[in-house]
């Protein structure tokens, strides 16, 4: 997979990857959300599993994770509960969120988060999937950008620093680069309850 590839030259994936998701589980999730999702999105998260990207120099303050897995961000509750708060947002003031959202035709939907609370996003439209237009978003100022390209080509750039996205957290990718963090069941047991 194209953005898996670029990836994997930056950031080794994990020698013993903590996955929770089967095939099957993906299948199920792409009727539960009416659609498939990039293949190297999936495919990522087949190399990586749960666990998040942060900053070496800022490790606490500037990470960011996907939306997959059933550990550190599973795309069910997070990206319905996102999407809500997208909404309400949009709602009060639309030109903070000047797109459509998920469900809508060329709506939003989340595939990550970061610490500052931006929101990266594919914009759903057309029936390539993996086509997919790359929205960063940073709603409650207001702020965006685009990216024609693919989700973990946009990671793999971010990180690399051959783009640089204002929106993203001061301090990533940082000076000393991104590591990959495993997310175990011990920080699961340890992690207060919503």
């Given amino acids: 997979m194209f953005g898996l590839d670029e990836l994997t030259s930056v950031i080794s994936p994990p020698s013993r990857p903590r996955i929770t998701m089967a095939d099957s589980d993906w299948i199920q999730l792409f009727q539960q959300i009416g659609t498939r999702l990039p293949g190297d999105f999936v495919q990522t998260y087949k190399a990586y599993g749960d666990g998040y990207f942060y900053s070496k120099t800022h490790r606490m303050s500037a990470n960011l994770g ?15 509960r996102r ?11 639309p030109k903070c969120v000047p797109f459509p959202l998920y469900w809508e035709p060329g709506g939003l939907l989340p595939w990550a988060r970061a610490t500052n609370d931006t929101d ?9 999937v993996d086509n997919w237009q790359v929205v960063v978003l940073r709603a ?12 973990i080509q946009f990671l793999a750039r971010a990180i690399k620093g051959t783009i640089a996205s204002n929106l ?18 011990e920080q699961e047991a340890a992690r207060p309850s919503t």
Avoid at 70 to 79: D, E, K, N, W
Avoid at 83 to 93: C, M, T, V
């Fill in 83 to 93: 999407l809500s708060a997208l909404r309400i947002i949009k709602e009060k003031r």
């Fill in 168 to 185: 993203l957290p001061k301090g990533f990718p940082g000076t000393e680069g991104v590591a990959f963090e495993v997310w175990l069941e």
């Fill in 120 to 128: 990266l996003c594919w914009r759903v439209r057309g029936e390539l």
């Fill in 66 to 80: 996907l939306y997959a897995g059933a550990m550190c961000q599973p795309f069910f509750p997070h990206v319905p």
């Fill in 140 to 151: 409650g100022k207001g702020e965006f950008e685009t990216y024609e390209m693919s989700a």
